[in-house]
């Protein structure tokens, strides 16, 4: 068990719910790199999740998840991601990783994607 790991799910803003009962289960079995290799039954077990297809059905969403918040890591800043190695007749490896806090000195990350004009046009000065 590692207790870095599970203080690091703790912390994060992101994600949420299953989501984030999921990572910690995945904490609660990794070493202090990360690594870890529970199988889906023990996932399905720690997690509470009544079916196997369920619980691969939530490894799915969190792997990509992390996928996307890897694209990112300024928005998604102090969140803990996982990778799967798939390793044939053999139980998956898991990989966390850890998308360290953005520095407080550097400007904030924009908020807002939206691409609605704001109103405002730039004027011909000539």
């Not at 599970?6 to 202090?32: H, I, K, Y």
């Not at 889906?40 to 196997?52: A, D, F, N």
């Not at 918040?69 to 390793?87: N, S």
Request: with cysteine; charged share 30%; aromatic share 6%.
């Amino acid at each position: 068990m590692s207790l870095i790991w599970m203080t690091r799910v703790f912390d994060a803003p992101e994600p949420r719910q299953s989501d984030r009962l999921l990572l910690l289960a995945l904490a609660d079995n990794a070493n202090d790199a990360g690594v870890c290799w529970p199988s889906v039954p023990t996932l399905q077990r720690k997690c509470g999740i009544e079916t196997r297809r369920g619980t691969e059905k939530l490894l799915a969403r969190v792997v990509d998840w992390s996928k996307r918040a890897a694209e990112d890591p300024a928005r998604y800043a102090g969140c803990v991601l996982v990778h799967i190695e798939e390793r044939p007749g053999r139980s998956n490896r898991y990989h966390l990783a850890f998308l360290p806090p953005r520095d407080p000195t550097e400007a904030p990350a924009p908020t807002s994607t939206d691409p609605r004009p704001t109103g405002r046009t730039e004027r011909p000065d000539g």
